[in-house]
């Protein structure tokens, strides 16, 4: 399966916030699934951490490629060719 995370959903994910239900958790770390972020999360991230609406343990340019590593988590790429 092949699972799109927006903004809220990663952002409960990272921090174990108990918001998620355990289906959902559990298709997250599921191996069979591929997990993807877009582009737009890592805007919309910066942009509320820049306004203050949104605390992070560090800048999110820090923090939100380490936690999308940490969880086996793909950015999601934009097909060239199409």
Known sequence: ???LLDTHIFLWYISGKSRLSADVRDKIRNPDNDVYLSVVLIWETIIKYQLGKLP??????TYLPQQRDLHRI???AV???A
């Open 74 to 76: 793909s950015s999601l």
């Open 56 to 61: 992070l343990p560090e800048p999110p340019e």
């Open 79 to 81: 097909d060239e060719e």
């Open 1 to 3: 399966m092949k699972i």
